[in-house]
């Protein structure tokens, strides 16, 4: 069976190349994305039985940290790259 989501050793991969004393955030919501402190892993099981691990954000004030950022919401492909549009010459005083 082949799957689409994400195992826990596929994430551990992953993790393992990273700094160990990085924290850990959660990017939510491709409309509005947002970022958010993980504080929980949790265990459960889905309707089969077949264990799924959780990861939760904080219920504390403080949790959602605020947007996130560009170039990660840009490699999420749930933003396109943003370039400030070209500039105009100034007008003069006198409509010139």
């Known amino acids: 069976m082949t799957s689409s989501e994400m195992t826990v050793g596929d994430l551990v991969d992953m993790l393992s190349a990273c700094d160990r004393s990085a924290p850990v955030r959660l990017a939510m919501n491709p409309f509005f994305p947002m970022a958010h402190r993980?504080?929980?892993?949790?265990?459960?099981?889905?309707?089969?039985?077949?264990?799924?691990?959780?990861l939760a954000e904080?219920?504390?004030?403080?949790?959602?940290?605020?947007?996130?950022?560009t170039e990660v919401a840009v490699a999420l492909t749930w933003q396109g790259p943003v370039q400030a549009p070209p500039r105009r010459p100034r007008r003069r005083a006198g409509g010139n």
Do not use: K, N, W
């Open 58 to 69: 904080g219920r504390e004030e403080g949790a959602q940290l605020g947007h996130l950022p």
């Open 38 to 54: 993980v504080e929980q892993v949790l265990t459960s099981a889905d309707e089969t039985g077949r264990a799924v691990i959780y």
